[in-house]
Every structure is written in structure tokens, then in C-alpha cells.
């Protein structure tokens, strides 16, 4: 049995565009304020290279937390597995993307490293060590993208806009959680946010996850370990609060910001990258879960299906 | 390539009685506490039904939290999954298994049907409608292990030392969560924990999990699509507040016991029981973490491991 | 300067009467669900032993957390500030009167003796030690009442319906702070909440309590030492989550119950009891703040005013 | 009866030398680490402008918490109470002083203006309209204490070390409760902590407390009114979570700084100034609740004490 890429994804399309209109854009800077709030993308790349588009597959829109899985994994490659979680978790939280109170009330880590006081505090581990020229070229790497650059807007406009995040990481510091300069922490981490992706960067990056580091040229460009590591907290921890939900609906780990991006990778299959600036109210494309939901079903990406229907995939 | 299962299960025993001298029996009753502390089984079944075991792999000892799964998926069956999450929720705590903090602070449900909150919900639903003697044969024939039967000197105890659950279900109570009986529904919670498996049973049942509900016969003892739900959620869920870290490391849906078991589903490859009374911390079996992780390791059974190498295991 | 006590129980009445149509009666159970929303009654008894009253004074109305005051004196009085103490603390908890939160989080002991948790905690020393027969009569002397009864009726229905106290009871006693039997605990604060007194009851407490224990007709009947410690936690805890308000606006140590009544007894000049069951958004009654803030400051009352103008008051 | 001031002093001097082993300075700066931990200075100063003292009382040490009190006068003053509890609550919040939860958890308003994020918000108000020149004058003018000034070094440290006070004024900016300049609030807040006063300033402004606002001269110089409020919340939030307790035991408005001093306010009798750097657990004075308990006890201070014997304390 063959499947008609190009029809799953019209079908996909549809459903997603259908929830647009229940979302809104991010209004918290200006910057993200203007994004079209209709635009939608889904870009898919298979094992083999191949890519698949439907819709804004090429606007450039900034990764927000997405970038926290780079992030994280630059950090496990310099600094080793053990050292990155003796500063951080590797339990979903329960909570809101941006809450303090799960700080407070647990042992001294952050919950994971996919919340932002997780995320902050692994970047804090980058600084003074790695560049961030280093990181956006590795951003490049993992996204096949050498176009990626610094948005020099809505950088300025972040870190103009960051009360919530100074307030958590000078928590972080108070804690001795995080024991760089909180002022670069914050310039780091809003820098890496900033990244201009777009859906088709998105699936190359998703699908080196999926493909456990290994490009379709056959050069590993990150390590195995790593990358189970990376989908198994996206899995469990990459859509905040409705991580839980998200894994029995889609079951691909993934990873959203609230510029609208989504990065899918569904293990050893292939990679699919959202745009859609709509948010739901935990800060995620709303277009995104029944796109993706509708996707994991049609081609059989579910972690817990055991049917491998890549092959079959026309176009 | 051919893998040495007595080999491999030789070393992970050692590995997993190389800790139990870390935790303590569960002694909240007396009947748990007289359990042997260095008892140690291992059971595994693979997908063509062939059973490999080292150590205490038929001793009967009482599924206690376990029996949230079986619970849950009778649940799903019965009532259909919209209803079972309209009173439940699918995301993790970050909270410690027997916690109300979580019922108060969150929306009104409970987490998830893994928490005690959620499973004592789940549970209510059942109250009235389907039978303790129909559950007690769904979990023989899950198991299949007709000699499962109710642990009386257990579940009395069980039921003369359940403050902290009787103090939860009626908390739901009066939430209007739980709406069937509060003692009709503790009184049926507390049969299932107190029903009697061994390794070798609970091998059995995860490997039906593992193939969607087919047995090794061709039967469908249970819909594919409840196995991939009661999968996910075992997986994000099902070891309490290490959950995360257990899928980081681990990477099998698994769900533990204070009797001392762990049922852990290899999707699509096989199912593994361990039995071990030495609990952690968390109130999951000690010796299970390092069992568990040494086997995904060397069977490649971590769900983000690409290689199925079952067809190369050799007695 | 005289001030004339009849154009001032006038005024505070009208103020009262004012906000009544903002609150609502209790309706947990139908017994409450069917009192006089509109009812008001103020009854002023003074030092000298003199009684001023209008509205709804002679109407009888169940104590409910009032009757927490006269268990904490029985329970000090039997059994040492020292040991009643060890179980319950004496902070203002800062949440709701029934929220559960507070016991998860902080030390081993409910946070005052005017929460449910640590009322419930209190009432469970009296268990098998103090009759319920014999509570009931210091109820009586205390109010200087001999006719106050348990309503048979609101008991009963209290009981089929107090699945939230049932929870916190449970909880205290899985965490060893009620080592009494919790059903008899449940029963004998369920009975003390059932005591049917009026607003001169109330108003005869009291002023017993204002002139630190001591009545009209000079007989110690509480310990002065007791007295005051009632008093400073009725100041800090005893209006729940508006205490700290309430402390600042009117300034007299106070009990409200949902049954609609307020004992206010500012310190040694006089006693105050209201009824009146509409209750606001904290289960305090309504029209209680207005009532007494102006009463508070017409007849100088505050704790922190100077001047004791009791001696200038005519009918 | 007359009693012996200089005796009552004696004794109140051993009680808290005796448990100033039990405690420690505050060492998060150096500066405040270096503090003589034996010191212990007691000073009354009566409704009549007599003084009584005992210990250190003219060693200059900075106000740190206790300038909340004069910071909320001030505001009162400046903008009405209204507008002041518009933006900061009056109730005690059950936390430690610098617990970020509560905040969280409650409706977008600190607690009380006693912990850090109330106070921080009551200071957020004066900036730019009250400058540090004005309230240094305030101080000096509340202490009759023209001596006091900025402490430059405490100052300088205290800005240097302030990531906790940093992250509850970002999250204080993220919610809109701070709307002037952080940076600015911080500032001043943190002169105010460094204002440098005696035991027997504190004695001076704790007098004037007491006395409605009146100096022993007669100039009315706080309005009676704002008096009344500063000493409630003093009494119900002024010695953070042990607030309660101290209410029951003491039962004088009272406000602790880490810098080791302690005001309590004995209404309409005399004012107390302790000075001890040696600290509880809770960041007060551990001599301070012995002192003042016995003190209370001794002179009749406890606000429910009915005896007013100031008239015959003799030195």
C-alpha cells in the first residue's frame, strides 16, 4: 500500500487551519505581536533527505524554546550527561512553562531542562565556555541551514520584555543554582531564543533527532546517546503542562515556542517542522496537536505503533 | 549476532541484588513487611511466548499499584477513553505518588490514573457497574494466570491501614470527583492491590501490552489503541516522581508496586516481571531500576533504540 | 460625653443590613440553606452585665466554628497550654478555612486551633477524655445560657455531609496528629458544631472572654491566662483569610461561624454577638464587618484605641 | 506597688544572654558577619520621655527589616491607605519572610507590607516621589535620632548580594504590581535596610508607636489613624512566621531586622528597643522573644493585660 504524502498533507493542513482562529498571537513584545496569525507550514523530511511542504514553509520566525533543545544538547556534548543533570532535573514538572512555585517546593534543581528555569540554568553552564557564534553555527549544522541569524529585533525586544525570566534566574542564583553571571545567562539564553528557523530548518533538524544524530549523508553529527536523551525528555517534558496529553494523542517527542514553531521527530522515521504563530493557551501552536496528531496516525509515527510505514511514502 | 539471554539475565540480577541492601520493605502493614528483603525474580516472555526466568519468578506476592493498569484499561474498555479523561488527566505530578497537594492547587481532576487520586477515580467509575470477580478474571486473563486470586490476610490489613487514601477519597468526594460509594470504591481499590501475581504473571501481562493486546495465540485481549494509551501513560507516569528519569534511562513503559513488583511492556518486542521487595524512596522496587536499565541496554529495548534485535536472542 | 448605645446599635444596624443582598446563606446542607437571609441580630452585653440589643437577638443558630473557642479553653484547660500546643500550631495559616494545602507543606502540626485541621486536631484530645454532655454544660456556663441544645437535625445532616472533614481527618491521623479514634473525633466536633445559641448567647461569652474569665458576678470561670491566649489567636486566625484585614478595620478579637454567627470580645469592656446568616465569600457572616467596625470605632474598641469610653455609654 | 525598672531590666538581660549561644549573625555579607554576636542592648523609653537602659544600646547597627514600618507610614501618609492596600494585602501570609510562593499562589498582591515582596511594592510607590533625602529625615525625625545615616558599606554589600530580593522584583514587574523602575526600587529599598540606629532610637520610635503618634513633647507627628495600622500588621505579620506565637507570648507590635535590632511598641505604655545580632531560625533576634516575653510578663505589655501599671515603675 502506498501513501500519497501530498494528500496527508492537504489533510493535515485542514485540520490545523480549522483551530487557528481558537489561538492568538504572542502580544508579550511587540516583535511577535506582528506575526500573521493565519500563516501555517508543515515541512517534513523523510530518513532519505526528501522534503515535503505544505503552506509557510520558508518565513523565518525565531526558534523561542525550541532552541532549548540545542541547548541542551551542546551542553550534554561539552560537559558530559552526569555533570548537566547534577544542575538539572529530568521529571515533567506538572506546571505552567514559566512558574516559580515548582522551584520552591522542590529539592535544588529545576524540574527539566525544557522549562525555563531548566533551560536557563543549562545555559548558564555554557557561559564563558562556549560562544554564542559557536552555538548559532551549530544551530546551523543541526538545522542544514546556514542562513539562520541572530533577529537583532526581537533579541532587543526580549530582553527589554524579561521581568518573569530575570526574576527566575536571579532565583537560580540565589539558590546557587546557577553560578555565571546572570546578566550574560539571560544575554545567552535570549540570543539562542532569537534564532530566525523556519519550518523546512526545523524537519532537518528533527529529523537528525529521529535519526539518532545521523544526517543523510551518513556524518554523525551528534552522538546516539544524546539524541535518545533529547527525545526522551521532549517526550515527557516538551509541551509544558500538556506533555502528558500530547504523548498519548501524537506521540512524537517535540519540541514548541511561542513563535509558533514546532520540531517533531519521530524516532527512526522522519522529522516534521510546524509554523503556525497561533498559540494555544499554554503558549504552544495551536495548530500544531491536531496537525500532528493527524500526521502520527496517517504515517503511523506513534511511538507505541509498531507498524513502519516509511517506506511506502510517495509523493 | 546472537544475544545469551541466561547470560544477560544472570548479570542483571547480580546488578539488581548488588542494591537491595539500599532499601527496606514496605511496613506500613505487617503482611509486606515480612516479605523476604533479598528475594529477587526475573521473568521475561518474548513475543512467540517463550518464558526465560532467573531467581524468585513464582512466588505470589500482591500487585498493589500494578493493578492501577489493569484498572484503567477494564475503565477505558467499559466507559470509553473520553469519559475515563474527562475524570482524569494524562499529565505527570511532579509530586510523590500519595501527595494531595496536586488535587488542590490543579483544574478538578486528578493527574493522572497512575496517582493514587486518579486511580482511586478510575476505580469509582467501576463501583456498581462491573463486578470485583469480572476484574479479578480480566487480570488472570491478562496474566495468564488462573491462580491469581484476592490476598485476604492483605487486603484486611490493607483496608484497617488506608488513612491517607481514605483521606484522598474523600477529598474527591467532596470535590464531586468520586460520585459512586467512597467505601464501596476504597473497598474495591484496596481487592485489586491486594490480588496475588508473580514475576512470571506479570511478564506475562507486559508483553501483551508490548503486542497490542494480542497474545501469543493471535487473540486480541485488548483494543491496540487502549494498549498505545495505558503504553504512554506507564511511560510518562507510571514510576511516581522518577518517572522522567526512569524514561531517560530505562526507556520501557513500566509500572511498579509497593508488593515489591514491575511490569514493564517492551513495545513490539517483549515483556518483562520483575519481583524484588526492596523498595527505594519513591516506594518502587530498588533492585528494579538497575534490572531494567541493564536489560533495555543490552536487548536494545529503550523505545528511542532503533535495533529490534529479539530475533536474535538465544536461550 | 455620653453616647447613647441605642442610636449606635442603629446605625451599625443599618450598616449591616445594607450588605446582606451582597452574601449568601450556607447551603452545604439544607438545614442551613433554609435560615432567614435577612436576619440580623446584635446583642452588646457589658462589663457590668447589662444587656443592649436589636434585631434578631433570641433566635436560635448553630455555633458551628465558634464552638472552636470554647474547645480550645476546655482542651487548655485540661490538658496544659503546653501539650495543646505540641499538636497545633498558633500561625495564621494565610489560606482558607478548609484548605487542605497548608497541611502538606509545613511542619508536622495543622497551623492554629481555629482552622478545620486544627480544630479537628484539638477535638481529637477531648476524645474518650472530656463527655460531650460535659462540653455542652461549659457551653452553657460560658454563655450564661442553660437552654442551648444540640440541633438534632443540622447534626445529623452535618455528618452525612462532611466529606472535606472527613479527608482532613483522615489525613491528620495517616500522619499520626490524630491518634483518636477519627469517627469519634468527626462526631464530637460535628456535635459542638451544633449547639444552638442566639446573639445574646454569644454577646454572654463573650464579655466572659473580654474581662479574662471572670462574669458579672465576679466568678472565675476561665483561667485568665487562657483567656488571653484565646483572645490573641481569635485576633490573628479566627476570620480565616481576612483575619489580618479584619485585625486592622475593626481591631476585637473575633469568631465567626456559618451559621451565621460573630462573638467579638473587646478586651475589657464588652462582649458583642451577631447574627446573621448571610455569609460572604470567606463563610464569614456579611454584614459582620460593617457591623462591627463601626461599633468598633463609635465605642472605641480597637485593640490599639486608647480611650475607654465604656463608662460614658446610656441606653 | 512599685517596681523596680532597673531589676526588671536585669533580669530581662539574662534571660536573653542566655540564649544568645543559640543563635548566629546573619553572615550573608561580610559586613553583618562581623557583628559582635554577644552584644545585647535593651532600652525603654516611657510615655514621659524617660529612658531606661541596659546593655549596648548606643552601638549603631542598620534597621534593615524594621524600616518596613517606617516605609509604609510614609506611603499611608503620602498616597492614603486606600491606595497603599490597593497593592499590598494586610494578611499574614504562613511563609518564611522571603518565600517567593505565596505570590504565586494567591491573587496578584503581596501578602502584607512586612515580607520582602510587600515591601518592595510599598517602596515601588515612593519612588520618584519621595526621595531617600526625605525619608532619612523621616527616620531620624520617627527615632528623635538626628545621628542616623546611610551605612555605605552595608549599602554597597547589601546591592552587591540582593539575587533573592532581585528575583521578587522582577516577578513583582512581571505581574505589574511594581510599575516604576526596578533598578530604582531595589535602590532604595536597600538604603533604607542600611540606615544605621540604636536600641535606643528604636526605643524613641517604638514610643511614638505606642502613643498614637505624639511625642512626649506633644507634637503629633504620625497621624493616630496610620499608627493604628502600622502596630495591627506589626502584631499579626511583623516577626514573619513566628508572628503568631510571638502575638500569644508577648503580645506587644513588634518588627525584627536581621541587623539584630527589634522595636515593640507596648500601646499607649512605652516603646522597647533591643539590639542582639546573634538570629533564630527564622532571621529575628534570638534574644528578643525571652526579652520581651519577660517584659511583657514583668510590666503588664501584652495587648489583652488589662493592668496598666506604668504609673509605678520606679527606676
Chains 1, 2, 3, 4 share one sequence.
Do not use: W
Request: charged residues 25%; proline residues 3%.
Amino acid at each position: 500500500m502506498k501513501i500519497s504524502i501530498s494528500e496527508v498533507l492537504r489533510e493535515a493542513y485542514r485540520r490545523g487551519e480549522a483551530v487557528i482562529p481558537d489561538g492568538a498571537v504572542a502580544t508579550y513584545i511587540p516583535e511577535l505581536g506582528r506575526a500573521d496569525k493565519n500563516a501555517l507550514g508543515i515541512s517534513i523530511c523523510t530518513r532519505d533527505g526528501l522534503h515535503y511542504g505544505i503552506g509557510t514553509v520558508d518565513k523565518r520566525f525565531t526558534m523561542q524554546s525550541i532552541s532549548k533543545v540545542v541547548t541542551l544538547i551542546v551542553a550534554m556534548e561539552r560537559f558530559g550527561v552526569g555533570e548537566v543533570f547534577r544542575n538539572v532535573g529530568m521529571e515533567p514538572s506538572g506546571e505552567a512553562f514559566n512558574s516559580l512555585i515548582e522551584l520552591d517546593l522542590k529539592s535544588n534543581r529545576p524540574y527539566n531542562p525544557m522549562v525555563n528555569s531548566g533551560a536557563l540554568t543549562v545555559t548558564s553552564l555554557l557561559v564563558g565556555k562556549v560562544s554564542f557564534e559557536s552555538l548559532l553555527e551549530t544551530t546551523r549544522r543541526f538545522c542544514n541551514d546556514p542562513e539562520i541569524c541572530l533577529d537583532e529585533t526581537v533579541y532587543r525586544s526580549e530582553l527589554a520584555n524579561m521581568s518573569r525570566n530575570k526574576s527566575i534566574a536571579y532565583l537560580l542564583e540565589s539558590k546557587g543554582i546557577i553560578q555565571s553571571s546572570v546578566e550574560e545567562t539571560l544575554d545567552l539564553y535570549t540570543r539562542m531564543c532569537s534564532l530566525s528557523v523556519t519550518a523546512r530548518s526545523l524537519s532537518n533538524c528533527a529529523v537528525l533527532l529521529a535519526m539518532d544524530g545521523v544526517d543523510a549523508r551518513g556524518n554523525e553529527l551528534i552522538d546516539s546517546r544524546l539524541c535518545e536523551i533529547a527525545k526522551t525528555i521532549m517526550l515527557t517534558c516538551g509541551m509544558y503542562d500538556e506533555s502528558g496529553e500530547f504523548a498519548v494523542k501524537v506521540g512524537i517527542p517535540s519540541k514548541a515556542g511561542v513563535g509558533g514553531g514546532v520540531l517533531s521527530a519521530a524516532d527512526n522515521r522522519l522529522g516534521i517542522g510546524v509554523y503556525g504563530p497561533s498559540l494555544d493557551d499554554k503558549g504552544n501552536c495551536i495548530a500544531g496537536k491536531p496537525v500532528l496528531a493527524y500526521l502520527s496516525r496517517a504515517l503511523k509515527l506513534h511511538i507505541f505503533d509498531p507498524n513502519d510505514i516509511t517506506a511506502e511514502i510517495i509523493p
